[in-house]
């Protein structure tokens, strides 16, 4: 890692949904900051910016990840997606997001993105989850309008969809 | 196109709101970008619950690069007014502490400057100075006039009483067998949507117009509140909601103070400036629902009837009296019966003023409060009278064909069928077996409850009912208020096409889905056809004050109000198809994209050929006929201003629920788990179906978190204890199971669509039946929400024997108090050592953690510390005195630790003395009194950190003045500083 100086502005560069991106942050600005307010990419939410409530989750290096505990300067070299690069092409919906639209497992929308980053990372390594799987695994995740019943549905759906004909993204 | 429904309403069709927000593509306030020059702000909070503020010095956060203002009470005070308070009370209340803070988390300051990043920074170099007073929590201790009160003007912190009577519940008390009653403490939550609050606000000076961007949900009556506190006409401010609001449940109500707050900001800076609410910020100072402590009796025959209720109802809206407030405690009144046929009614309402935040709209609003005491009431009646709380709910209901049914209070309830949706319930939710699997598993030995509620869910807010506060000769006076006018405009384009504005300002619940359904079955067009824009510009756009999104009123009123405005255009274009295709107006239909004579579908026009018509070739169409846009508002003539004996209609529709619920609490760790969960709706005619069950899923997992884990926890000295996620605990999905739903329709006569409100009953009904199913289990009388392990404990297992030796710190009405004493050795001589004390450079040396001394007076020293008490750090500014000066041998020194983590008091005297080997010995004793989150901390935690962090101090002293200090100690400070 490279020596960092507070009071100074540092390159940033890494991987976002599968290009090169790059813009300067200080050191302390949270990825969160610098992926919304440099790169203009607003789809990662800001919920609590204490890591408990998810919303703020991306993917870094394969791995799910708290964007609003990890500093931007921390992601340099990284590979990072996030909740726009789910969606296979404009128009088109992924099968997870296409199952969350159907079983109305998204009110407002905004923990959303956070959801679908957790869920997109684990149904990628556990193709045939128990509702009681999904339970725990959502279990880092706070949403506050749908009482969670519907995303299970969503999730358990968009499983079963997956192992018939597993094209992801 | 034969294939076509006749009606997309009542069809779960996929929302129009959902791909944008599944790619990442929402407009949420933070989302939008801001003009060049906008500046960024950040607040300054009360770390006190209640204190004298006796300076506030900003310099050094002004001179920091990048701040361009920083802006106290005075700055607002002089550029705005006191928003206006709802009942008749010399008191006022400013979005900023105006010379006294009042709750933990009320604004101080605002930092303005160019980046939110620079404004926290200059946040930590304003220094304030305060006077902590005496905190008052406790509702029913601000009820006692000797206790200290929040606003000098009251005289007391009773803000509001009224006492009501309705029937003649004298008579029925004196009549009736059996009195029956409870008292519940109903604590604090509030539903904490993921999106906090955000705004924009700019001032236009060559105009006097504000213009401000917010995530504010309405009601819309409190643009009259902010537009008079900015002391401009209505019309000079210009408020805007973005596209998307991530959630508000009621919360997004309480942003409006801050609207004025940061409105005055642009003002003062002459730039547009931009808040965005952090987490932190939110839980300690948005807004809550009231907590409440009500007392309510009832009369009852033998067989569980019950004839007359008495309520007394103590409301606690923090430290101000806010807007609406005090209408939690009243969006009740006209329903106080609840779901049962009580015409007899007694009630006394005192509203209270403690020292925490501010209450307001909350999912459920004053439903849960109300239902916790009547349901609590309906098993207490059953256990005394030895009767089952099945039949004693089923004794009291609302017969069928009742309705409309009038309340005692004054309200119409609408329609319904009580005892139908009653027994539905109890058959297709399987109450019989819920039953035996209860019996099975007493009989091996668990602990097992079962718990009932019945509720009448009220939708559609009568704007007049929070007047009911008032008496009838001040109403008198002030003038009427009632009514729910909501508001829908539908417009046709040049090409045809149908666009819809509704005032309805959503947070999430579809409303643009839903509006497109019920356009599209008026005008016999798809729903894809139809564009709903649903954000609001106060400037451009049709609203009124009861526009928002509150009491439930969508689907019930601003549905309607579409339904009726598609009416309008319809009957428009028919007439003019009439002329087209020569028959009359009333046999034109709309079906398929195409109106059409009816019987002779041939003899048709395109629907957008038409609609195209009034922009094209007016010459055509006669002038009243001209069907280009139209804007309904309707209000229903139902919602009567309050009467003068009182009664008052609070709500338009009432929907009916009925739940019942099994569970099991664990012996040994005394956690509650729900095995089983009903709840029947009927909320009228149901538009879509999938929607109505997301309401019903997430209001319940409110009520769940209600119920068990959530509480706005405050220390008896007004430290607010659940300011972060990991101590405010929303369940996740590991803690909410799917509910059972059963519906029965009985449509509303009242609405145009026969809809009624469905998304705030499981918020009223939940939490109390989960409650009577734990006081099932456990067989006791009285409790309390949050049904946490630790208070069930004690009802599960025998009291605990207190540990012995080592006492810790005792809990005082302050918080912890700690105390302590010690010795340390330096190498200097005692006038030596004396001079080091007084000396700001050698302080700022030796103090653990120090930042900076800043020496007031020759005995007065201002110092910034960085402290860690277990796995809680924190940033806080001492103020420490010398007195008792004794040079060169004692001093006292006392002092204040203020942070945002906590505060603490404390004294502490030193004695030096000659040593014999020319050093000095140094001996101490110190008592302090620790408050706020920090006290939360194991005492013993605490005070070993304090005999930590006070040992450094005498340590780094002596090693300052020379004398020998442990290695293990030094290396311990070196790691520290490093």
């Known amino acids: 890692m490279p020596r960092l100086s507070a009071d100074r502005r540092h390159r940033v560069r890494f991987t976002l949904n599968g290009r090169a991106v790059e813009a300067d942050a200080e050191p302390r600005m949270l990825l969160t900051d610098f992926l919304r307010h440099e790169l203009g990419q607003t789809g990662t939410h800001v919920g609590c910016e204490h890591g408990v409530c998810g919303a703020c989750t991306i993917e870094i290096d394969g791995m799910p990840a708290r964007a609003c505990l990890t500093l931007a300067v921390q992601a340099d070299g990284a590979t990072i997606r996030t909740v726009e690069g789910l969606a296979p092409r404009p128009g088109r919906l992924s099968v997870l997001q296409e199952a969350f639209r159907r079983h109305h497992a998204l009110q407002c929308g905004f923990c959303t993105a956070g959801i679908l980053m957790s869920l997109d990372t684990y149904l990628r390594s556990h193709a045939a989850p128990s509702e009681t799987d999904l339970r725990e695994f959502l279990g880092g995740h706070l949403c506050r309008c749908t009482g969670y019943t519907p995303i299970l549905a969503a999730a358990l759906d968009a499983a079963k969809l997956l192992r018939e004909a597993p094209v992801h993204a | ?978």
């Not at chain 2, 204190?51 to 690069?65: N, S």
């Not at chain 2, 609003?365 to 089952?388: H, K, S, T």
């Open chain 2, 1 to 978: 196109m034969s294939e076509l429904p006749t009606s997309w309403c009542g069809q779960s069709v996929e929302r129009v709101e959902d791909a944008a927000l599944l790619t990442g593509r929402g407009r949420f306030i933070d989302d939008l970008g801001v003009k060049p020059g906008t500046l960024h702000a950040a607040i300054l909070r009360s770390p006190h619950a209640h204190a004298k503020i006796l300076a506030i010095d900003t310099d050094a956060a002004r001179q920091l690069p990048g701040v361009a203002a920083v802006l106290t009470a005075d700055d607002i005070m002089a550029m705005s007014a006191s928003l206006v308070v709802g009942v008749k009370a010399p008191i006022e209340c400013w979005p900023i502490a105006t010379g006294r803070v009042r709750y933990v988390g009320e604004p101080v300051a605002v930092v303005v400057a160019a980046s939110r990043y620079v404004a926290e920074d200059a946040l930590d170099l304003i220094a304030v100075d305060y006077e902590p007073l005496p905190a008052i929590v406790d509702p029913l201790a601000a009820l006692d006039p000797a206790q200290p009160v929040l606003h000098d003007g009251l005289g007391g912190n009773i803000a509001s009483e009224r006492s009501f009577r309705y029937g003649e519940p004298e008579r029925a008390f004196a009549e009736s067998a059996r009195r029956v009653s409870v008292t519940i403490h109903y604590p604090r939550n509030s539903c904490t949507p993921i999106e906090t609050y955000g705004l924009v606000a700019e001032y236009d000076a060559s105009e006097d117009a504000y213009d401000v961007l917010a995530n504010f949900m309405g009601p819309f009556s409190l643009h009259a509140v902010m537009a008079r506190a900015l002391k401009v006409p209505g019309n000079r401010l210009r408020l805007r909601t973005p596209p998307d609001s991530g959630g508000s449940f009621g919360v997004k109500q309480g942003l409006f103070p801050y609207i004025v707050l940061m409105a005055v900001a642009a003002r003062a800076t002459g730039r547009p400036v931009k808040w965005i609410e952090d987490r932190l910020e939110h839980l300690a100072a948005s807004v809550s629902a009231t907590n409440r402590v009500t007392t309510l009796r009832a009369a009852v025959d033998a067989d569980g009837r019950v004839r007359a209720l008495d309520w007394d109802q103590v409301e606690d809206v923090g430290a101000h009296i806010r807007a609406p407030e005090p209408a939690t405690l009243y969006r009740m009144h006209g329903n106080l019966n609840g779901a049962y046929d009580i015409q007899n009614m007694m009630v006394r309402n005192r509203v209270v003023l403690t020292n925490k935040a501010p209450t307001g709209l909350n999912r459920g609003f004053g439903g849960p409060q109300v239902y916790y005491a009547l349901e609590r009431l309906m098993q207490r009646i059953a256990i005394e009278l030895d009767l089952d709380p099945v039949d004693v709910i089923r004794t009291n209901l609302i017969p069928s064909g009742a309705f409309p049914y009038r309340t005692a209070t004054g309200a119409t309830l609408d329609s319904g069928d009580y005892p139908l949706a009653f027994e539905t319930a109890l058959r297709d939710g399987g109450f019989a077996e819920l039953r035996a699997r209860q019996a099975q598993a007493r009989a091996q030995g668990r602990l097992y409850g079962i718990g009932c509620t019945a509720a009448v869910e009220p939708s559609v807010s009568n704007m007049g009912y929070i007047t009911t506060v008032l008496t009838p000769e001040e109403r008198r006076k002030a003038g009427p208020k009632n009514g729910a006018q909501a508001t829908a405009t539908v417009a046709l384009d040049p090409l045809g096409s149908v666009s819809v504005h509704v005032a309805s300002v959503p947070q999430g619940q579809g409303h643009r889905t839903v509006l497109a359904q019920i356009v599209a079955d008026a005008l016999g067009l798809k729903p894809s056809d139809i564009r709903v824009i649903t954000e609001l510009d106060t400037a451009r756009d049709a609203w009124s004050i009861a526009s928002g999104n509150y009491s439930s009123r969508f689907a019930a009123a601003v549905g309607g109000a579409a339904h009726l405005a598609a009416g309008k255009i319809k009957a428009k274009l028919a007439s003019i198809a009439a002329a087209q295709l020569n028959v009359a107006a009333n046999a034109i239909e709309f079906v398929g994209g195409r109106a059409r004579a009816q019987g002779n579908p041939d003899n048709s026009v395109a629907f957008s050929r038409l609609a195209a018509t009034s922009h094209w070739s007016p010459s055509l169409v006669p002038e009243e006929n001209h069907a280009l846009r139209e804007t309904v508002f309707w209000s229903p003539p139902e919602l009567a201003p309050p009467t003068d004996e009182d009664g008052i209609n609070s709500s338009l529709c009432h929907g009916f629920i009925f739940d019942f619920c099994g569970v099991e609490i664990d012996r040994v760790t005394g956690a509650v788990r729900i095995d089983k969960y009903v709840t029947m709706h009927d909320c009228g005619r149901i538009l879509h179906p999938g929607m109505v069950a997301g309401q019903i899923t997430g209001g319940f997992a409110h009520a769940v978190g209600a119920a068990l884990y959530e509480e706005y926890a405050y220390g008896a000295d007004g430290s607010f204890l659940t300011g972060t996620f990991a101590d405010y605990l929303v369940p996740t999905a590991m803690e909410i199971p799917s509910p059972v739903i059963l519906h029965i329709e009985t449509p509303s006569p009242y609405t145009p669509l026969g809809a009624k409100g469905v998304g705030e009953g499981n918020c009223m009904s939940t939490p109390v039946c989960l409650a009577n199913a734990v006081a099932d289990a456990l067989g006791v009388a009285a409790i309390d929400l949050p049904l946490t392990p630790a208070k069930l404990g004690i009802h599960i297992h025998p009291a605990e024997h207190a540990p012995a030796a080592q006492p810790a710190p005792a809990k005082t009405s302050k918080g912890r108090a700690l105390h302590g004493s010690g010795q340390a050795q330096a190498a200097a001589a005692p006038a030596d050592v004396w001079r080091m004390l007084l000396d700001p450079r050698t302080l700022e040396a030796i103090i653990p953690g120090c930042h900076g001394v800043e020496k007031i007076s020759d005995t007065h020293f201002r110092a910034d510390v960085t402290l860690g008490v277990g796995p809680v750090t924190g940033r806080y500014r001492a103020d420490i005195k010398l007195s008792d000066l004794d040079a060169p041998r004692a001093v006292t020194l006392s002092g204040i630790v203020t942070g945002a983590l906590g505060d603490a008091q404390g004294a502490g005297r030193i004695t030096l003395s000659p040593a014999d080997n020319g050093g000095t010995l140094l001996t101490y004793d110190y008592e302090a009194e620790i408050g706020g989150k920090v006290a939360s901390i194991g005492g013993r935690l605490l005070g070993g950190a304090a005999k930590v962090v006070i040992g450094q101090f005498f340590a780094a002293l002596a090693r300052h003045s020379g004398g020998p200090a442990s290695p293990g100690l030094l290396a311990r400070l070196f790691g520290r500083r490093a």
